[in-house]
């Protein structure tokens, strides 16, 4: 019975292949404290009680042999501060369970048994959940017991067999508060399990967010830096390229570092007054700049970096499309964020107008704002000039980079507060119908073991036994009752459970006024230490108050019939204060356990599991960008990268037709990589206008038709599809005719350029004319003259079962 509260205790050895996660962890701690500190405050107060029980020669001999229970509970209690060998205190547990049950015929009297029987009773739950993970040495510390009782019976009544109901009594506890244990570690590991599960699946959501806005500013730095420095290359030779070597250079920088990796806060204020006034040497004008910065302005790197590049962007902007020389840039605090506003007088133009196929202001300013939490705005008219601001707000910046844009300038943060109150519910909720289920199975096993036992040894002891009778099954009905939602795992009603909760008070006053007050607490009584464990699974998910009223209520009724009878002796008053703490008490403490495991260790656990998921988090984040990263910059290598190192050391000339060629395949390509995350009906489509726009860019004429109905091309497919006819768009620069021809199982893609063919090219363009790197698209080229002609195809795999 007593055990039932103290499994509640135990919760959680560890697990044999994988260590306990947080919420059995935390359980395995609190609960071996709970079970020394629970042990110590028993023993103590039976000790007590038992000196007071004894004669007046025996006290000294009395204090003297319970005096190394004392002790050894005071180690325990060291122990849990700084533990100790645990050979040592098993040895010390098991040598005090020999002498204080081998100390009955030197106490001897009815007193003595009772505090003896108590002791080791009290030892033997306990040790169930202290050596819960050497289930062994609780087993064996539980059967020393059990012998040295029988060992000291029999020597204090020589001739006589020992009583076998305190020996089975005994052996039921331990092996009640070994089941019981059982009981609340699987649901603690129920509860771990689907926690993890739920973790893994938010791991993975956090994951992917942090994947796609690492790629948008991944796409948003390779637009501002190499897409649209190769695509000023390929577009002639009749300018100053001074700047260009240099520009090549931080090129390279921008994509060889890492994103998402920049930690700490910086100042905008200095920021901004580093930006540049335009693209140096590109031809235009350069754009003076009237700053009023109102510094310093710290900021998460994150947004912080974001707004500069957005504005180093739209003052490139301001340079090549306004038609001014100047623009004014203002930056100011605005509660716990900032605002800046770049404007001009300039030509302006009609923001609706703009194709999705331009990601300056899409990508580079808007887009990088939205995945930091802030926003930017972009405020013009034809002829009234243009003015774009952004902002940035910490509560509101946080908030919107959980949601799902995590800051491509910071690690992101994966989100604390909803999935830590999910874990504390689950946790809470397992923990609470494990420890009902414990107390469940105590109170029926001993209600239908020993309490059935006793009811039919002394039917001619109640005074009706049919109301004891009736009490009996009352509380049989009770746990029927609770049994039948809490093994459906459903909460007991609160009608249910109010009207139990009476039932068990008045089988506990039947209990208390049909017997005779010389024998309540005794033998013949089988309620009194029983209806507290009914109680308990009825008032589990209530604070502890609740049952503690119930509690004094019964005592209450306990100490009415008493003192009706008459005022009892200083021994028979501490045979029941002995009855009263071992059962009573007990299950009291397991009642504060179990509010401490609801209230204070399922929050604690649901801490750790959130503070263990967050840096699982952030290493696969961390991983997963360095990947990436690792990923692009290969594909780049090929191509792109060896084009801006001989840019920016002089090896290549932008002079050269060849390598301006070269650099219009490139600037192609990367225009079809940015389109290829927008959201359009026809993907296919948009990618091949991407390219057909580079081509524009650089003078040609390009006619695009499309035959048939267009379907559902996979990604990797339409890179390989795309990518040999951007070559040729990217080498052309007199006309080109792009068709699409889309039949039910086929999509071909094909293009004529009528100098396309010129050059000898990169090893790398050769065969993207030559081959696809996926099988399944085919790639035909065929030339004449200047002219050449490249069609790629792919066909549909047929359904499974034609």
Same mark, same amino acid.
């Given at each position: 019975?007593?055990?039932?509260?103290?499994?509640?205790?135990? !919760?959680?050895?560890?697990?044999?292949?994988?260590?306990?996660?947080?919420?059995?962890?935390?359980?395995?701690?609190?609960?071996?404290? #709970?079970?020394?500190?629970?042990?110590?405050?028993?023993?103590?107060?039976? !000790?007590?009680?038992?000196?007071?029980?004894?004669?007046?020669?025996?006290?000294?001999?009395?204090?003297?042999?319970?005096?190394?229970?004392?002790?050894?509970?005071?180690?325990?209690?060291?122990?849990?501060?700084?533990?100790? @060998?645990?050979?040592?205190?098993?040895?010390?547990?098991?040598?005090?369970?020999?002498?204080?049950?081998?100390?009955?015929?030197?106490?001897?009297?009815?007193?003595?048994?009772?505090?003896?029987?108590?002791?080791?009773?009290?030892?033997?739950?306990?040790?169930?959940?202290?050596?819960?993970?050497?289930?062994?040495?609780?087993?064996?510390?539980?059967?020393?017991?059990?012998?040295?009782?029988? +060992?000291?019976?029999?020597?204090? &009544? @020589?001739?006589?067999?020992?009583?076998?109901?305190?020996?089975?009594?005994?052996?039921?506890?331990?092996?009640?508060?070994?089941?019981?244990?059982?009981?609340?570690?699987?649901?603690?590991?129920?509860?771990?399990?689907?926690?993890?599960?739920?973790?893994?699946?938010?791991?993975?959501?956090?994951?992917?967010?942090?994947?796609?806005?690492?790629?948008?500013? #991944?796409?948003?730095?390779?637009?501002?830096?190499?897409?649209?420095?190769?695509?000023?290359?390929?577009?002639?030779?009749?300018?100053?390229?001074?700047?260009?070597?240099?520009?090549?250079?931080?090129?390279?920088?921008?994509?060889?570092?890492?994103?998402?990796?920049?930690?700490?806060?910086?100042?905008?204020?200095?920021?901004?007054?580093?930006?540049?006034?335009?693209?140096?040497?590109?031809?235009?004008?350069?754009?003076?700049?009237? $700053?009023?910065?109102?510094?310093?302005?710290?900021?998460?790197?994150?947004?912080? +970096?974001?707004?500069?590049?957005?504005?180093?962007?739209?003052?490139?902007?301001?340079?090549?499309?306004?038609?001014?020389?100047?623009?004014?840039?203002?930056?100011?605090?605005?509660?716990?964020?900032?605002?800046?506003?770049?404007?001009?007088?300039?030509?302006?133009?009609? @923001?609706?107008?703009?194709?999705?196929?331009?990601?300056?202001?899409?990508?580079?300013?808007?887009?990088?704002?939205?995945?930091?939490?802030?926003?930017?705005?972009?405020?013009?008219?034809?002829?009234?000039? $243009?003015?774009?601001?952004?902002?940035?707000?910490?509560?509101?910046?946080?908030?919107?980079?959980?949601?799902?844009?995590?800051?491509?300038?910071?690690?992101?943060?994966?989100?604390?507060?909803?999935?830590?109150?999910?874990?504390?519910?689950?946790?809470?909720?397992?923990?609470?119908?494990?420890?009902?289920?414990?107390?469940?199975?105590?109170?029926?096993?001993?209600?239908?073991?020993? &309490?059935?036992?006793?009811?039919?040894?002394?039917? !001619?002891?109640?005074?009706?036994?049919?109301?004891?009778?009736?009490?009996?099954?009352?509380?049989?009905?009770?746990?029927?009752?609770?049994?039948? #939602?809490?093994?459906?795992?459903?909460?007991?009603?609160?009608?249910?459970?109010?009207?139990?909760?009476?039932?068990?008070?008045?089988?506990?006053?039947?209990?208390?006024?049909?017997?005779?007050?010389?024998?309540?607490?005794?033998?013949?009584?089988?309620?009194?230490?029983?209806?507290?464990?009914?109680?308990?699974?009825?008032?589990?998910?209530?604070?502890?108050?609740?049952?503690?009223?119930?509690?004094?209520?019964?005592?209450?009724?306990?100490?009415?019939?008493?003192?009706?009878?008459?005022?009892?002796?200083?021994?028979?008053?501490?045979?029941? !204060?002995?009855?009263?703490?071992?059962?009573?008490?007990?299950?009291?403490?397991?009642?504060?356990?179990?509010?401490?495991?609801?209230?204070?260790?399922?929050?604690?656990?649901?801490?750790?599991?959130?503070?263990?998921?967050?840096?699982?988090?952030?290493?696969?984040?961390?991983?997963?960008?360095?990947?990436?990263?690792?990923?692009?910059?290969?594909?780049?290598?090929?191509?792109?990268?060896?084009?801006?190192?001989?840019?920016?050391?002089?090896?290549?000339?932008?002079?050269?037709?060849?390598?301006?060629?070269?650099?219009?395949?490139?600037?192609?390509?990367?225009?079809?990589?940015?389109?290829?995350?927008?959201?359009?009906?026809?993907?296919?489509?948009?990618?091949?206008?991407?390219?057909?726009?580079?081509?524009?860019?650089?003078?040609?004429?390009?006619?695009?038709?499309?035959?048939?109905?267009?379907?559902?091309?996979?990604?990797?497919?339409?890179?390989?599809?795309?990518?040999?006819?951007?070559?040729?768009?990217?080498?052309?620069?007199?006309?080109?005719?792009?068709?699409?021809?889309?039949? @039910?199982?086929?999509?071909?893609?094909?293009?004529?350029?009528?100098?396309?063919?010129?050059?000898?090219?990169?090893?790398?363009?050769?065969?993207?004319?030559?081959?696809?790197?996926?099988?399944?698209?085919?790639?035909?080229?065929?030339?004449?003259?200047?002219?050449?002609?490249?069609?790629?195809?792919?066909?549909?795999?047929?359904? &499974?079962?034609?």
């Amino acid at each position: 019975m007593w055990l039932g509260g103290h499994e509640v205790n135990g !919760g959680g050895a560890a697990e044999p292949v994988e260590g306990p996660r947080s919420g059995e962890r935390l359980l395995i701690s609190a609960l071996e404290r #709970y079970g020394v500190r629970l042990r110590s405050a028993v023993v103590c107060l039976c !000790g007590v009680l038992g000196v007071v029980a004894a004669d007046g020669a025996e006290i000294v001999l009395a204090m003297s042999l319970l005096l190394p229970a004392v002790l050894a509970c005071g180690v325990h209690l060291y122990a849990l501060r700084r533990p100790l @060998p645990l050979a040592p205190l098993w040895t010390l547990d098991a040598a005090v369970m020999v002498l204080t049950g081998l100390s009955q015929p030197v106490l001897g009297g009815d007193g003595a048994d009772v505090v003896v029987e108590a002791v080791v009773s009290i030892c033997v739950i306990t040790f169930q959940h202290e050596w819960a993970t050497r289930p062994v040495a609780g087993a064996a510390l539980a059967a020393s017991g059990v012998v040295a009782c029988a +060992l000291g019976d029999i020597l204090s &009544s @020589p001739g006589h067999s020992p009583e076998l109901v305190p020996l089975v009594r005994v052996v039921l506890l331990a092996g009640l508060s070994r089941a019981a244990y059982l009981i609340v570690r699987a649901r603690a590991r129920a509860a771990d399990r689907s926690a993890a599960l739920r973790a893994a699946a938010r791991r993975e959501a956090e994951v992917a967010a942090a994947r796609r806005a690492t790629e948008r500013e #991944y796409l948003a730095t390779l637009h501002d830096t190499a897409s649209a420095t190769l695509l000023m290359v390929s577009q002639g030779d009749a300018r100053d390229w001074s700047w260009l070597p240099t520009r090549a250079r931080q090129d390279l920088e921008a994509l060889s570092a890492v994103p998402g990796f920049e930690t700490g806060s910086v100042d905008l204020a200095a920021l901004l007054r580093c930006v540049p006034g335009g693209p140096e040497g590109e031809g235009q004008a350069m754009v003076r700049l009237r $700053t009023r910065i109102d510094g310093p302005l710290a900021l998460p790197s994150g947004p912080g +970096l974001a707004i500069f590049s957005g504005v180093r962007e739209a003052v490139t902007n301001v340079a090549r499309h306004a038609g001014v020389q100047e623009a004014e840039l203002r930056a100011w605090a605005e509660g716990d964020g900032v605002v800046v506003e770049l404007s001009d007088a300039g030509r302006g133009f009609d @923001p609706q107008s703009v194709s999705a196929r331009r990601r300056g202001i899409s990508r580079s300013v808007i887009g990088r704002m939205h995945t930091v939490g802030g926003s930017a705005t972009v405020t013009s008219h034809p002829g009234a000039g $243009t003015r774009v601001q952004w902002r940035w707000h910490a509560q509101a910046g946080a908030s919107q980079a959980r949601g799902g844009a995590q800051a491509a300038g910071s690690m992101p943060h994966p989100p604390r507060v909803p999935a830590h109150t999910a874990v504390v519910r689950l946790i809470r909720g397992q923990l609470l119908h494990g420890a009902q289920l414990a107390a469940l199975l105590i109170g029926l096993l001993s209600q239908f073991t020993l &309490s059935l036992h006793q009811l039919t040894a002394h039917q !001619g002891g109640y005074r009706p036994a049919w109301a004891q009778t009736a009490a009996f099954v009352c509380l049989a009905a009770v746990a029927a009752i609770a049994a039948a #939602y809490l093994l459906r795992g459903r909460q007991i009603p609160p009608r249910v459970r109010w009207w139990s909760l009476g039932a068990v008070l008045a089988v506990s006053a039947t209990c208390a006024f049909t017997l005779p007050a010389e024998r309540l607490t005794g033998a013949a009584d089988w309620g009194f230490g029983l209806v507290g464990w009914h109680a308990l699974v009825l008032l589990g998910d209530l604070r502890v108050r609740a049952f503690a009223a119930f509690l004094g209520a019964h005592m209450g009724l306990y100490v009415t019939a008493i003192l009706l009878s008459g005022t009892p002796t200083a021994t028979e008053t501490a045979v029941i !204060g002995v009855a009263a703490i071992s059962n009573c008490g007990l299950q009291l403490s397991v009642g504060v356990l179990l509010t401490h495991l609801l209230h204070g260790t399922a929050p604690a656990a649901g801490i750790a599991a959130a503070r263990e998921e967050e840096l699982r988090t952030r290493e696969r984040i961390r991983e997963d960008m360095q990947r990436a990263h690792k990923e692009r910059y290969l594909a780049l290598t090929a191509t792109t990268v060896p084009l801006l190192v001989g840019l920016g050391h002089n090896v290549l000339s932008p002079h050269d037709e060849e390598v301006r060629l070269r650099c219009g395949v490139e600037a192609a390509r990367m225009r079809r990589l940015f389109a290829e995350s927008d959201a359009v009906s026809d993907p296919l489509l948009n990618e091949l206008r991407a390219c057909v726009e580079v081509a524009e860019h650089q003078g040609a004429t390009v006619n695009l038709a499309v035959r048939g109905r267009q379907g559902e091309v996979p990604v990797e497919v339409r890179r390989e599809l795309i990518d040999p006819v951007a070559v040729i768009l990217g080498r052309t620069r007199s006309t080109a005719r792009v068709t699409v021809v889309w039949t @039910p199982r086929t999509v071909r893609v094909s293009v004529v350029s009528e100098n396309g063919a010129g050059g000898h090219g990169t090893p790398q363009d050769a065969h993207a004319h030559d081959r696809a790197t996926n099988a399944k698209v085919s790639v035909t080229r065929t030339t004449h003259g200047g002219s050449v002609w490249v069609e790629t195809g792919w066909r549909r795999p047929a359904p &499974s079962g034609s």
